[in-house]
């Protein structure tokens, strides 16, 4: 964390908004103690519209804002270890030539000390209003500007851009291409160009910078790299998406984007979920697979952990018996004397069926009744299915599978 409020040297890698881009002049080294900072925060699920627009409209305050005494910087809100989680932000930086090491997260910077000192100003993007944890912030923001429905109450010293468009960063690319086209180079153009659903200003973009590269072959690039696992470690996997139920049991379902034989495969295995079911205090580890046959069409396996063999025969034993939905589990082979593995026939029931199911196992043994508390909880906000990815009518060529088509959707998929 940045001591902010004692003036220490930031990092100036951690504050350069484009490295490496000629374009793009870098931080200098030194925070002045007592210099305000003008913090651009996207939502807590930092994805890639979250990022682009927290990116863009940094630069665009540091281009544009008269008020030379304040240092305008994006702020990833999730911690920096994350962020390797979200592999289609890293694809994105990569391809746009942004090193990660460049970004500030939220585990860098004391906003609330930025805040006590006086010195911080906060302009919210993909998102209008702060969570409860982040309450005390609240008299320190100054704009908003976000697509989702409007949840925050007028206020004169605070002015708000709430468009139902099809991505926050369309928002931002108007404000840019209205107010200040001259800041626009190729390199932002790419980082904008991938969220905007809007064909309006995708079109614009791409009338400035003819070299960029396709739509379609973008989003399937951005797709395949969502989705791409192989750079992360079993802990890794596991909290890429997970939820967590808590009871008398405590219950993890996590989702893994390849095939549960390869999973099961991974060398020390159920040393590692015995010490990751410890780590979170977990009684029960489910484990969703889901991967696809060459003609696309979805195929889903179910796996249940846990270090009490009774404990996970009474989970596995209530899912193969559920109904509604029926999950129509077989039980598969698993080189794991603790885990449970099945292939599941209902290839419509996604996590987000199962979590009812689970709820309700949890309230039968908790004695609980219907409409109490099930206890849900996310440790690790998900990796967002990104909604900007999706049926986007920019042209005729998106993706034919989504990314939240992949999560909760099989039901809208066409075949192929």
């Not at 409209?57 to 920096?80: H, M, Q, W």
């Not at 270890?81 to 592999?87: C, F, G, H, T």
């Not at 696809?292 to 396996?301: G, S, V, W, Y």
């Amino acid at each position: 964390m940045l001591d902010v409020e004692n003036g220490m040297t930031l990092d100036a890698s951690c504050r350069m908004l484009f490295t490496g881009c000629p374009s793009f002049p870098q931080a200098s080294a030194e925070l002045p103690s007592g210099r305000p900072l003008h913090v651009v925060l996207g939502n807590e699920a930092c994805d890639l519209d979250s990022m682009v627009s927290s990116l863009a409209y940094a630069y665009f305050l540091s281009k544009t804002c008269g008020d030379e005494s304040a240092l305008s910087v994006p702020l990833l809100n999730i911690r920096r270890e994350e962020l390797a989680l979200r592999s289609d932000n890293v694809f994105l930086l990569h391809q746009a030539g942004l090193s990660p090491d460049s970004l500030l997260f939220r585990d860098q910077l004391d906003l609330e000390a930025l805040r006590r000192a006086g010195r911080l100003r906060l302009t919210l993007v993909d998102h209008n209003v702060l969570p409860s944890s982040d309450a005390d912030l609240e008299g320190a923001v100054v704009e908003v500007i976000d697509h989702h429905a409007l949840e925050r109450a007028p206020s004169p010293t605070c002015p708000v851009t709430v468009e139902t468009v099809g991505s926050c960063a369309t928002l931002v690319t108007e404000r840019l291409i209205q107010k200040a086209p001259q800041v626009l180079d190729r390199q932002l153009a790419q980082l904008l160009y991938v969220t905007p659903k809007d064909s309006q200003y995708a079109a614009a973009l791409e009338a400035r910078f003819p070299s960029l590269p396709p739509r379609a072959a973008l989003f399937q690039a951005l797709h395949n790299a969502k989705f791409d696992v192989s750079g992360l470690n079993t802990e890794q996997m596991l909290v890429k998406d997970m939820k967590m139920l808590k009871g008398s049991l405590s219950m993890a379902i996590c989702v893994l984007f390849l095939p549960l034989e390869a999973f099961l495969q991974r060398a020390e295995l159920e040393a590692e979920l015995s010490s990751f079911c410890r780590k979170l205090a977990l009684d029960v580890l489910v484990l969703m697979s889901i991967s696809f046959t060459e003609d696309k069409r979805p195929i889903r396996e179910l796996a249940l952990f846990s270090h009490s063999a009774p404990c996970r025969e009474q989970v596995s034993h209530f899912l193969e018996q559920a109904g509604d939905p029926a999950l129509d589990l077989r039980p598969i082979s698993s080189p794991h004397a603790g885990v449970a593995a099945y292939h599941q026939g209902n290839a419509l029931a996604s996590r987000k069926k199962l979590l009812p199911l689970l709820k309700d196992f949890v309230r039968a043994r908790d004695g609980h009744h219907d409409g109490e508390d099930d206890g849900e909880e996310g440790r690790v906000p998900p990796t967002p299915a990104n909604s900007l990815v999706e049926g986007c009518p920019l042209d005729a060529g998106p993706p034919p599978i989504s990314a939240h088509a992949l999560h909760d959707m099989f039901s809208k998929m066409a075949p192929h």
